[in-house]
Every structure is written in C-alpha cells, then in structure tokens.
C-alpha cells in the first residue's frame, strides 16, 4: 500500500533561515510526488510536482523539491524563508490512480 | 483565478441526522473528488467522480456514503445517518485531466460536526 511519511510536524524558524521538510514514500511503481500548501485560514494549493525529468523540481514563491528515487525521498527546500510562509505543508504522492495519498503534514511557523 | 468553492463552511448536525457537503468545481473539469481530515490526521482520499460515475473509493466510502452531480456545478457529498466519527474537515477538488500527473485544486473545505 502507498504511504507518505513527513517527519517534521513541527518547524519554527527565524526569517531568512533555510527550510528542509523531509517527505518519504512508500510505493512500488512509478509515483508522481507533490508538495501542498495550506496558509492560515486558506485552501489547500499546490507548490510543485514531479512525475518525470529533471529529480530538482522549482515551484512558486522559491520553493523547490529533489526527487531521490533510491531514498524514496522528495524533501521540500527553500534557500531563505520568509514570515509569509508560516503555513502548513503536506506532501503527497498519487500513483497507479488518480487519488493522492498525503502525509501527515508539518506545521511551519516563521518568526519575524 | 478559477477556484473550487464549498459550502457551507462550516455545519453542525446531530448523531444520526443526514448531511450534503456542497462543491462548486472548477468549470472546464472534468474529474471531482472528495477527501476528509479528522483533527489530527491526515487527509485522506474519500472518492472520485467522471462522467456520472465513481471511478475510485476508499474504504471510508461505505453504504452511508454517496456523491452525485445534480446539475452541471455542482458536486455533492451526502451522509445518510452521520456517525460522531464522521465529524471532520471535507475538501472537494477537481481536475481537468484526471491523470495521476494532474493538479487538483482543492477548495476551502467543510468542517462537519457531529453532536
């Protein structure tokens, strides 16, 4: 069965620090992996997405992921992070059908 | 921007009672789905929707469960006889492609209480 493990629940980091969140699947085949977004009181909106090419994928607001298919890793980075991006970030992974498992998430909060 | 909307925003309803979560999708999608996060936990896949049809559910989905499309907006989650259990956050979403590479935009989401 597919599984999405993030290992961070928690993160609290000063303005222009760096963010790693960890994300690690469980899935045999072919997967496509996305990192989601949710700011307070907003939607959940997608950040980026791999499925295929280029493992280093850039997404909005700088936000970037690196598909490592031997670690079934796909950890999210962001060189220096901003008070704007306070939110809550979950990984997801969709594979054989079009349903997406998601993570646990990890609540990120960015002190001015 | 196109946004996937829901309502109502938030809906309080007694053990038992029967309950339709509203979605607006996406206009030019073709592919809807639901999805459910109890406090705490992670957000999981309740069932997919194309063309009239369940095209995928998960166990949560059972007999107190059902989806439909009235009209050409609207997407609808009915509960039956809800249960204490089921009170959690419902997030519609919709697709244009369906694929698994495909985004899904999700809207801001029902929180369901069940008294």
């Known amino acids: 069965a597919q599984s999405v493990s993030q290992h961070n629940h928690h993160v609290i980091l000063s303005e222009a620090a760096s963010l790693e969140l960890g994300c690690n699947y469980s899935?045999?085949?072919?997967?496509?992996l996305f990192w989601y977004v949710q700011y307070p009181g907003q939607h959940l909106q997608l950040l980026l997405k791999y499925f295929s090419g280029d493992p280093l994928v850039k997404g909005i607001k700088g936000f970037e992921a690196e598909f490592i298919k031997s670690k079934f890793s796909f950890n999210l980075r962001k060189p220096s992070v901003q008070w704007s991006d306070t939110a809550e970030y979950f990984c997801?992974?969709?594979?054989?059908?079009?349903?997406?498992?998601f993570g646990t998430g990890t609540l990120l909060a960015v002190q001015p | 921007e196109p946004e996937v909307t829901q309502t109502p925003s938030h809906q309080v309803t007694q053990m038992g009672q029967e309950v339709i979560l509203r979605c607006v999708p996406i206009s030019n999608h073709l592919y809807f789905y639901w999805y459910r996060q109890i406090l705490g936990q992670k957000v999981e896949f309740l069932v997919s929707f194309y063309n009239n049809e369940i095209s995928e559910k998960s166990e949560i989905f059972d007999d107190q469960f059902s989806v439909e499309r009235p009209d050409g907006s609207n997407f609808t989650l009915k509960i039956r006889s809800t249960k204490l259990e089921d009170s959690a956050m419902y997030f519609c979403?919709?697709?244009?492609?369906?694929?698994?590479?495909?985004?899904?935009?999700f809207g801001p989401g029902t929180r369901l209480t069940v008294l």
């Open positions: 997801a992974v969709c594979g054989a059908t079009n349903k997406l498992i």
């Open positions: 899935y045999g085949g072919t997967v496509n």
């Open positions: 979403a919709s697709s244009g492609r369906g694929t698994t590479t495909d985004t899904q935009y």
